[in-house]
């Protein structure tokens, strides 16, 4: 089946504990990117991926990182995680651009305590 | 800062009714436009995409795109409870590498 997973889907963690949030696709698409879902203020992009060892911001960059090192993963890192970072967080990717069909994982819910 | 508008709502039609949802996008330059539907506590799917001035109709949807006066729109005929979800207004940005999202129209369709 073709499809974006994601991991975890839920995770509570405390201020400055760094974590990684995993994407895979096993669509063999060139383009991937992170956005994060908040109340009112909609679907930012985070960070994307126009192919491997290819990556560049979004709009809203701080306190992320990333890395594609192979075609089908895009992790999410924060390497010292605060409370505004809470949100929904979806990763999604498409066969070129971000202007072709984008597939969503089905996201990952983040508390920082 | 490039901008996509839509209403909030909620929008509340009766089912067999047509929902009408608006968006209006800030940068002149986009060429690529979408609907996203996005169901509580699900993820995004795409409805409909449209790339030229006019109409584009897909079973029950019609998106529609006015460039001159940078709006999108996307018409549901007959509506149905299952169409109830939020829906997310995209316009392309920067030459293909990102979206920007509306904050996306709620609609409730009551039977």
């Known amino acids: 089946e073709a499809q974006v997973t994601q991991n975890p889907r839920y995770l509570i963690t405390v201020t400055g504990k760094k974590l990684t949030v995993t994407c895979s696709q096993n669509m063999n698409h060139e383009y991937m990117s992170w956005y994060r879902q908040d109340p009112g203020l909609g679907l930012r992009q985070i960070y994307y991926?126009?192919?491997?060892?290819?990556?560049d911001k979004g709009d809203v960059p701080e306190g992320y990182k990333v890395s594609r090192k192979e075609k089908r993963n895009f992790p999410l890192i924060l390497e010292s995680p605060s409370p505004n970072q809470t949100s929904l967080y979806f990763c999604?990717?498409?066969?070129?651009?971000?202007?072709?069909?984008?597939?969503f994982g089905p996201g990952t819910r983040l508390t920082v305590l | 800062q490039k901008e996509v508008e839509q209403n909030s709502g909620p929008l509340s039609v009766p089912e067999g009714a047509i929902a009408s949802l608006n968006c209006t996008y800030s940068d002149r330059g986009s060429q690529s436009f979408f609907w996203y539907r996005q169901y509580s506590g699900k993820s995004p799917e795409l409805i409909m995409s449209?790339?030229?001035?006019g109409d584009k109709e897909d079973g029950r949807f019609t998106a529609q795109l006015n460039k001159a006066s940078q709006y999108v729109s996307l018409l549901i005929r007959d509506s149905q409870p299952s169409d109830s979800a939020t829906y997310l207004c995209a316009s392309e940005a920067q030459a293909g590498t990102a979206l920007i999202f509306g904050k996306g129209t709620t609609l409730s369709v009551s039977s």
């Open positions: 449209i790339y030229s001035n």
């Open positions: 991926s126009m192919n491997v060892e290819v990556t």
């Open positions: 999604a990717s498409s066969i070129l651009a971000a202007n072709n069909e984008q597939f």
